[in-house]
C-alpha cells in the first residue's frame, strides 16, 4: 500500500513523526514493506528551528518532494501548493493520502487528492472552534467533507462530525500527539541544560508562546497580552513564533522586563520548559494538550478552544487578549484535584494504521 503523507507546518511534524516512526517498525517486522509512505513537504514552514530541527530531532524519514512554496496570503500559498501538489499526486499515484490538522497544507493536500479521486485520511479529524474567521477552521470542514477516513482525538469531535452529517469512516483514536509527547519525556535528560541557560528553577517561571492569527495580526492584542505578562510577578520564557517576532520587529514594541523572548526551540526543549513551568500562557492548539498531559495549569489566550475537555475538567481557562482576564486567571487558578484521562492511550498511532490497512479502497 502507497501513502503520501502531506506536511507543512511545525505541528504537522511533531504528528506525522509519530505516525511514520509506527509504519517503520511495522515495515521492519515484515520481509516485505506493509506500507510505502511518500512524505511530500509543501514547504509552508522553512526555517531550520520551525522544520529541519524536527526531521532531525523526531527522526522523520527525509521528505521525497519539498515543494518550497513558503509564505503567502492564503490564496496564494493554498493555491500554489495545490498545483504542485497535484503533480505529485499524478506522477506517484498513492493508494491514500493522509493530511494533519488544519493548516493551508492540510486543505491544499485534500483539495488535490480529492479532486483526483485518491482517498484522504484525516488525523484530528472533527475539531470545532466553531469560529469561521480563523483560518484553520475553513480548513478542518473543508478537509472533513473531502476526507475517507476521519480520526477523531474525543468524542466532542465525532459528535461535531455528526452535526455536519459526516459519519462514515469516523472513528475515535485518541491524539498522535499524546504518543510524541511520551517520545520525548523518555529522552529528556534529569538536569536539562535549557534551564541553567535560561536562568530559570523549576516551577518557578512560566511559559507562553502566541502565534495565532486573531493575536498576530493586530498589535493591540499582543500589547494587552504582553502588558498582562508584565504584571506577572515571575519570569515568563516565551519562544518566539517567526510571525509574531516579525510583528514585534516591524511594531518596535519591546516586551516587558520579566519576559524573556527567545528563538522558536525544538521539540525536546519546549517538552522540557512546559514539564518545569509553573502554568503556560498560549494560544497553540498542540500546547494546550500537552499542558493537560504534564499537568501543568494553561491559560489560553483565545476566546474559544477545540480542546473543550481541557476547560471542562478545570485544567485550561480561556482569557482570550484581555489584559484583567489574563492577569485575573493567573492569580485565581486552583488546581483541580483530578486529572481524567483524555484523547487516548497512547495506542492511536497504531490503531490508525489498522485502520488504514482494514479499509476498503
Ligand atoms: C500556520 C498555520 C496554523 C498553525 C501554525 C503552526 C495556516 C493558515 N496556519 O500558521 O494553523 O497553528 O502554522 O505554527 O496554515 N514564517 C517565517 N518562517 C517560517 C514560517 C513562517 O518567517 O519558517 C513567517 C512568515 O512571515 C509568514 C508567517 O510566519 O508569513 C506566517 O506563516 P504561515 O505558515 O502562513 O502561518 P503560521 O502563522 O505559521
Ligand atoms: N513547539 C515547539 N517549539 C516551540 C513552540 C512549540 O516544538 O518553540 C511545539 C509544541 O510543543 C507543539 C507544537 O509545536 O507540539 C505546536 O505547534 P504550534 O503552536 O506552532 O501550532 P498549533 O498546535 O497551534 O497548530
Redesign the pocket.
Known amino acids: 500500500m502507497k501513502i503520501i503523507t502531506i506536511i507543512g507546518a511545525?505541528?504537522q511534524f511533531?504528528k506525522a513523526a509519530v505516525i511514520s516512526r509506527r509504519i517503520s517498525e511495522l515495515n521492519s517486522k515484515n520481509s516485505s514493506h506493509v506500507i510505502d509512505e511518500v512524505i511530500v513537504h509543501t514547504g509552508q514552514h522553512y526555517d531550520e528551528e520551525m522544520s529541519g530541527l524536527f526531521f532531525r530531532e523526531l527522526e522523520i524519514p527525509e521528505p521525497k518532494y519539498n515543494l518550497e512554496i513558503g509564505s503567502g496570503n492564503h490564496g496564494y500559498q493554498t493555491g500554489k501548493m495545490l498545483i504542485a501538489l497535484e503533480e505529485v499526486l499524478q506522477k506517484e499515484e498513492p493508494d491514500w493520502v493522509l493530511v494533519y490538522?488544519d493548516t493551508n497544507s492540510t486543505l491544499a493536500g485534500a483539495l488535490a487528492a480529492t479532486k483526483l479521486h485518491i482517498p484522504i485520511v484525516h488525523v484530528e479529524a472533527g475539531l470545532r472552534s466553531y469560529n469561521r474567521r480563523m483560518p484553520e477552521e475553513i480548513n478542518r470542514v473543508l478537509a472533513d467533507q473531502v476526507s475517507k477516513l476521519l480520526f477523531c482525538p474525543s468524542q466532542t469531535a465525532v459528535d461535531n462530525l455528526a452535526l455536519e452529517g459526516i459519519k462514515k469512516g469516523v472513528h475515535i483514536t485518541g491524539d498522535v500527539?499524546m504518543e510524541a509527547v511520551k517520545f520525548a519525556e523518555d529522552k529528556i535528560p534529569e538536569n536539562p541544560e535549557i534551564l541553567a541557560q535560561l536562568g530559570i528553577k523549576p516551577k518557578k517561571y512560566l511559559l507562553a508562546?502566541v502565534?495565532r492569527a486573531e493575536n498576530t495580526d493586530d498589535i493591540h492584542r499582543l500589547k494587552d497580552i504582553l502588558a498582562a505578562f508584565g504584571t506577572i510577578d515571575s519570569t515568563i520564557v516565551f519562544?518566539v513564533?517567526p510571525r509574531t517576532r516579525k510583528l514585534l520587529e516591524t511594531t518596535k514594541y519591546s516586551s516587558p522586563e520579566n519576559v524573556i523572548l527567545i528563538d522558536?526551540?525544538?521539540?525536546f526543549e519546549?517538552?522540557t520548559l512546559e514539564k518545569n513551568a509553573q502554568m503556560i500562557l498560549t494560544d497553540?492548539?498542540?500546547?494546550q494538550k500537552?499542558a493537560y498531559w504534564l499537568k501543568v495549569p494553561c491559560i489560553t489566550l483565545r476566546e474559544e478552544t477545540e480542546w473543550v475537555e481541557t476547560v471542562s475538567n478545570g485544567w485550561n481557562v480561556l482569557t482570550g487578549a484581555d489584559k484583567d482576564k489574563i492577569i485575573g486567571a493567573v492569580k485565581s487558578f486552583k488546581m483541580p484535584e483530578n486529572h481524567p484521562p483524555l484523547y487516548g492511550d497512547g495506542s492511536t498511532s497504531l490503531y490508525c494504521i489498522q485502520k488504514i490497512l482494514e479499509a476498503k479502497i
Open positions: 511545525r505541528p511533531i490538522g500527539m508562546t502565534h519562544p513564533h522558536p526551540l525544538g521539540y519546549i517538552i497553540s492548539g498542540g500546547i500537552e
